[in-house]
């Protein structure tokens, strides 16, 4: 993850997808040189008598031609997407010092390690918390704490087996049983002061309250 300092207002962009456009322009001119030169060369050689069949190069050029016109219509949508970013960019620095309320659904694991949060109402006599894949394959379950109030939970971004998963973002589940064997239900908002975010490597914001890493997405409230 790309890290961002509080006061940067840097603009990050699809770089590589841009260098991509270019390359395909450039190929296609090449492509295109090639063609005329070949067509050129055919039509100096051609036998009078047996003129060349035009419907074959005339094809041809129609093809050349809507190929031209997707690649400036991909031009269009990378300029469109690199405004975008840029504009969410801006929106993110707005974020530092405000308090963040977020829903708590995901977990971003950085370097390694994660932490997150939940609430309980009561005192539970179990707690379990699911960590899951973006397919929602249950990749770890933790055991949480039961006290009654706000609980925080650190994940060492290991999975069931002990192997170590890819720094990203994850969903969690919080599932509390009480003495009676009924379930609580467990809320998962967070609530921290923004002091930085980070640019995830598929340009995903991820805002940093502290030791919390919370998706630009979850914010619930800003005050």
């Known amino acids: 993850m790309a890290t961002v300092a509080a006061a940067s207002t840097s603009a990050f962009a699809p770089a590589g997808a841009a260098t991509q ?15 005329l030169t ?16 035009t419907t074959q190069f005339t094809s041809q050029l129609v093809q050349f031609t809507s190929v031209e016109q997707q690649i ?3 031009k269009n949508l990378e300029s469109l997407l ?34 997150f949060s939940y609430n309980l109402p009561s ?6 918390i699911a960590i899951k894949g973006a397919d ?9 704490n039961t006290g009654q109030g ?25 599932t509390a049983t009480g003495a009676n064997g ?9 609530t921290g002061v923004v002091d930085g975010f980070d640019i995830a490597a598929n340009n995903a914001i991820i805002l940093r309250a502290g030791t919390l890493r919370i998706p630009i997405g979850d914010v619930a409230t800003v005050r």
Do not use: C, H
């Open 150 to 174: 706000a609980q925080t939970i650190s994940w060492d971004g290991r999975g069931t087996t002990g192997n170590r998963l890819p720094d990203g973002t994850y969903s969690y589940a919080v």
């Open 21 to 35: 456009a270019a390359r395909d322009e450039t190929k296609f001119g090449q492509d295109f040189n090639s063609f």
């Open 72 to 74: 400036k219509q991909n």
């Open 82 to 115: 690199a405004m975008q970013q840029t504009i969410e960019l801006a929106s993110a620095s707005n974020y530092i010092g405000k308090t963040v309320e977020a829903n708590g659904r995901s977990v971003v694991l950085s370097n390694g390690a994660a932490s």
């Open 182 to 190: 009924q379930p609580i239900k467990a809320t998962t908002g967070l």
């Open 123 to 128: 005192d539970a006599k179990s707690v379990s």
């Open 38 to 53: 070949l067509l050129t060369s055919q039509l100096k050689f051609q036998d009078p008598m047996s003129p060349m069949d």
């Open 136 to 144: 929602g394959t249950t990749l770890r379950t933790l055991t949480g």
